[in-house]
C-alpha cells in the first residue's frame, strides 16, 4: 500500500504564474488535509476535503487559493497569480475516516516562486 | 491557534532518554494529545497518541499527567537518527470533524 504521494516534489513558478499541487492519498482513505510550511516555522493548517466536498477552509487564504478533492482523481491545491511570499513547502495528510487515530503525511512540495 | 506550548530547542546524549515536554493547559475532555515528527523537513512522521492514560509503543512512550494539562514524550534510547522537529498537537473537533493544529515545536538535537 503506497503511502500518500505528492507531485512534483518541487515546482518552481515565475510570479504571476499559476501553481498546481497533486496529493494522491493513500488507497481507501477518502478525507484529505493541506498544510503549508514557510522556512523555519511549523505547519500551518489550510483546508479539509473529503471526497467532492470542502469541509474545513479556515486556514486558506481568502484570494488566489483553492482546493479540490473530486470523486475521481487526486487532490488539487491551485494557487493562482503566485507571488514571492507563496514560496513554502505545501504537505498534504490522508485518512480513512474522520475520527481515524492518525493522519499519514506526504513528502511535500516545495514551491519556489521567482 | 495551537492549544500546546513546547520549548523550542532540546540536546540530548546518544543512547540517553530525551523527555519533551507539551503544555495543552486548554485541552477538552475528549480532544487527544498526538505527537509527530518532522526530520530534515520532510513529511510528519506519526509518532504516538493518547487521550488519558499513559501509552507506549515501538518508537517512545507518552505520558499524560492526571489532569491533562501537560504530557511528555520519552524517547527511551535516543539515536542521531532520532534528530528532529517534534509537534505536540491536540487534535481539535469542530462541528464534527477533526484537524491538526501544529504548533511550533520543539527542535531535538541527539549528540553523538
Known amino acids: 500500500n503506497a503511502g500518500v504521494m505528492q507531485n512534483p516534489r518541487h515546482l518552481v513558478r515565475r510570479r504571476g504564474q499559476e501553481a498546481r499541487l497533486r496529493c494522491s492519498p493513500m488507497?481507501?482513505?477518502?478525507?484529505v488535509y493541506w498544510y503549508r510550511q514557510l522556512p523555519e516555522e511549523g505547519l500551518k493548517f489550510m483546508v479539509y476535503l473529503q471526497k467532492e466536498n470542502i469541509i474545513d477552509e479556515s486556514g486558506m487564504p481568502k484570494e488566489r487559493f483553492s482546493a479540490e478533492f473530486p470523486k475521481e482523481g487526486p487532490s488539487i491545491l491551485r494557487i493562482q497569480q503566485v507571488v514571492r511570499g507563496d514560496s513554502a513547502a505545501y504537505f498534504c495528510?490522508?485518512?480513512?475516516?474522520?475520527?481515524?487515530?492518525?493522519?499519514?503525511f506526504g513528502q511535500g512540495t516545495r514551491l519556489t516562486v521567482v | 491557534d495551537a492549544k500546546t506550548t513546547q520549548p523550542p530547542s532540546m540536546d540530548c546524549a546518544e543512547g540517553r532518554a530525551a523527555n519533551l515536554p507539551c503544555n495543552h493547559s486548554?485541552?477538552?475532555?475528549?480532544?487527544?494529545v498526538y505527537w509527530y515528527r518532522q526530520i530534515h523537513s520532510q513529511g510528519p512522521q506519526y509518532i504516538i497518541h493518547?487521550?488519558?492514560n499513559n501509552e507506549t509503543n515501538e518508537m517512545a512512550s507518552l505520558i499524560i499527567t492526571e489532569d491533562r494539562k501537560s504530557s511528555t514524550l520519552i524517547l527511551p534510547h535516543a539515536t542521531l537518527r532520532d534528530t528532529a522537529v517534534y509537534y505536540c498537537?491536540?487534535?481539535?473537533?469542530?462541528?464534527?470533524?477533526?484537524?491538526?493544529?501544529f504548533g511550533t515545536g520543539t527542535r531535538l538535537k541527539v549528540l553523538a
Open positions: 493518547g487521550l488519558k
Open positions: 486548554t485541552i477538552s475532555g475528549n480532544e487527544y
Open positions: 498537537i491536540v487534535r481539535e473537533r469542530t462541528s464534527g470533524t477533526y484537524k491538526y493544529i
Open positions: 488507497k481507501g482513505h477518502s478525507h
Open positions: 495528510a490522508s485518512s480513512p475516516r474522520a475520527d481515524y487515530t492518525e493522519a499519514f
